[in-house]
T-cell receptor
Framework: NAGVTQTPKFQVLKTGQSMTLQCAQD?????MSWYRQDPGMGLRLIHY???????DQGEVPNGYNVSRSTTEDFPLRLLSAAPSQTSVYFC???????????FGPGTRLTVL | GENVEQHPSTLSVQEGDSAVIKCTYS??????FPWYKQELGKRPQLIID?????GEKKDQRIAVTLNKTAKHFSLHITETQPEDSAVYFC??????????FGAGTILRVKS
């Protein structure tokens, strides 16, 4: 039982490049979400999903896309990376709604 | 939407003393209030949570209180130990499916 996994752990991109951050869970949770963490700003919600086939925007969705084709996976796509997207990204899952979320280990992204 | 403010941003206490972190929220529909602890370089981990139908909850040295009328909730850590040093985040979830976090409090326990 791996819980919530994220890949990669570290990534360096150049401005304009695209990439996908992977998130997978084996907890059979319906709710999944993506946060970014920047110094002094806490965790800000990017996108979330309440179940397969359903996604919605959080506080800071611009520049990011998500899809939820299965219960287990919730990838986050950066369409054209910008230096402002340098951050630590956390995926989280929950049983019902945003209650009691379990976080993945995070991906540290640097955009040059 | 929901807005959560957290104070103080940093807190230093002597080992054995108590620490209190306070959060206020704006959305009266919020009904779930978790607290997360994050050690350096690690993921946030839930340490305690409270729902709107409860005024206080305790778990060993940690307690959370909720004042729905004033729309604020607090984390209390008693008999602090060096391993309590970390960043603590409060959060609030409203009637929707979004969990909104405070900016965090850096707690330093001096031995």
């Amino acid at each position: 039982n791996a819980g919530v996994t994220q890949t990669p752990k570290f990534q360096v991109l150049k401005t304009g490049q695209s990439m996908t951050l992977q998130c997978a869970q084996d907890m059979n949770h319906e709710y999944m979400s993506w946060y970014r963490q920047d110094p002094g700003m806490g965790l800000r919600l990017i996108h979330y999903s309440v179940g397969a086939g359903i996604t919605d925007q959080g506080e800071v969705p611009n520049g990011y896309n998500v899809s939820r084709s299965t219960t287990e996976d919730f990838p986050l796509r950066l369409l054209s990376a910008a230096p402002s997207q340098t951050s630590v990204y956390f995926c989280a899952t929950g049983g019902q709604g945003p209650d009691t979320q379990y976080f993945g280990p995070g991906t540290r992204l640097t955009v040059l | 939407g929901e807005n959560v403010e957290q104070h103080p941003s940093t807190l230093s206490v002597q080992e054995g003393d108590s620490a209190v972190i306070k959060c206020t929220y704006s959305d009266s529909a919020s009904n779930y209030f978790p607290w997360y602890k994050q050690e350096l370089g690690k993921r946030p981990q839930l340490i305690i949570d409270i729902r709107s139908n409860v005024g206080e909850k305790k778990d060993q040295r940690i307690a959370v209180t909720l004042n729905k009328t004033a729309k604020h909730f607090s984390l209390h850590i008693t008999e602090t130990q060096p391993e309590d040093s970390a960043v603590y985040f409060c959060a609030a979830s409203g009637g929707g499916n979004k969990l909104v976090f405070g900016a965090g409090t850096i707690l330093r326990v001096k031995s």
